[in-house]
């Protein structure tokens, strides 16, 4: 008898215990965050705002959009069916009702970015039919690191299977194509899409670049400079206006513009893509672009550019092949 109050109140203490060590949850799969859109120099046509010391001040409250998070795990976390996000700089953000408010000086802020914007690429993806008639595209939770590392650079790695994010001049998660451009990576690890070699990595420098573009667009409308990469990260690293990482229309051609490197070789790549879009709209455009990188084998632009070419194909018809066709010609690709 006085065993079994003893295993009770044992039990009790237990239940008590592991009360306190979880946090409740929201409960709920949506909640509402504020963001950039896909970042303030685009956004408000301000090409004089500079970083500040990552000071709330420094960004005007107009480049602040509230926004729906959905998909969350109900954990009161930023935890949820196409992206989680783990920070090693500062507090993670966390609420009872989902309900995700913060400015640009909280580190919270860039959780909620990358949160928001790779949930919403994701989406997108899935409203071009991948995972559904067509075959999925790293249709998984995406892990995301927040990092101080030092160093103004982000990159995605297929050996941890995560993103991750630097701080250096503006944190590189305030601004969505800086975010999109890392997960255009991701989307060619799952593809099974091979970097051995230095063409195969302008391609995704290039599709990293045209993809931050192509969902801002889709989900933000239309912008009066599109062609223009990361406009607010590269206000910390060019003098000249307007600020770009690096631009769409930079009328580079193959291959004679090659020089190399992957950044600079890939802007012959995103501007082919950035120019098939125009031509047969972003729906047709990325349809046919993710369909056509399916197991790349690492060669070259013509070689990949022809894969492109046989989805369209297959998904439209010949007339969309041949603007397809079109676009690649003209960059000397095919
Ligand atoms: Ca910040
Ligand atoms: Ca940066
Ligand atoms: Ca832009
Ligand atoms: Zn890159």
Redesign the pocket.
């Known amino acids: 008898m006085k065993r079994a109050l003893v295993a009770v109140a044992a039990l009790a203490l237990v239940a008590a215990s592991a009360a306190y060590a979880t946090k409740p949850g929201s409960g709920s799969s949506t909640g509402t965050a504020l963001v950039f859109a896909p970042n303030p120099v685009q956004d408000l046509g301000i090409q004089t705002l500079t970083d500040q010391k990552d000071a709330a001040r420094a960004v005007p409250q107009d480049a602040y959009h509230s926004v729906t998070l959905t998909d969350l795990d109900g954990s009161g976390t930023l935890s949820g069916k196409w992206a989680v996000v783990r920070s090693t700089t500062g507090t993670p953000a966390y609420s009872t009702t989902n309900t995700f408010v913060y400015d640009r000086h909280q580190d919270q802020f860039e959780q909620v970015m990358a949160y928001y914007w790779i949930t919403e690429a994701q989406k997108y993806i899935q409203s071009l039919g991948f995972g559904t008639t067509l075959r999925p595209v790293n249709m998984r939770p995406q892990a995301v690191r927040i990092n101080q590392w030092g160093v103004d650079n982000?990159?995605?790695t297929d050996k941890q299977d995560e993103i991750r994010f630097g701080k250096g001049g503006v944190d590189d998660a305030e601004d969505a194509e800086v975010i999109l451009?890392?997960y255009?990576?991701a989307i060619h690890f799952s593809q099974g899409f091979q970097f051995s070699t230095e063409q195969a990595g302008a391609i995704?420098?290039g599709f990293?670049?045209y993809w931050a573009v192509t969902v801002t667009e889709a989900i933000v409308g239309a912008s009066a400079d599109p062609e223009c990469v990361a406009d607010w990260d590269s206000t910390s690293y060019t003098s000249s206006e307007p600020h770009c990482l690096r631009r769409l229309d930079e009328d580079k051609k193959y291959p004679t513009d090659l020089v190399g490197e992957?950044?600079a070789d890939?802007e012959i790549w995103s501007q082919a893509l950035w120019d098939i879009r125009n031509a047969i709209g972003n729906v047709k455009a990325d349809t046919a672009i993710l369909q056509g990188q399916f197991g790349f084998d690492g060669g070259t632009m013509p070689a990949l550019a022809s894969d492109i070419v046989a989805a369209a194909k297959v998904l439209y018809g010949q007339a969309t092949a041949n603007a397809v066709t079109a676009a690649f010609h003209d960059r000397g690709i095919l």
Request: proline share 0%; no cysteine.
């Open positions: 982000s990159f995605a451009h890392e255009g990576h995704s420098e990293g670049d992957v950044h890939g």
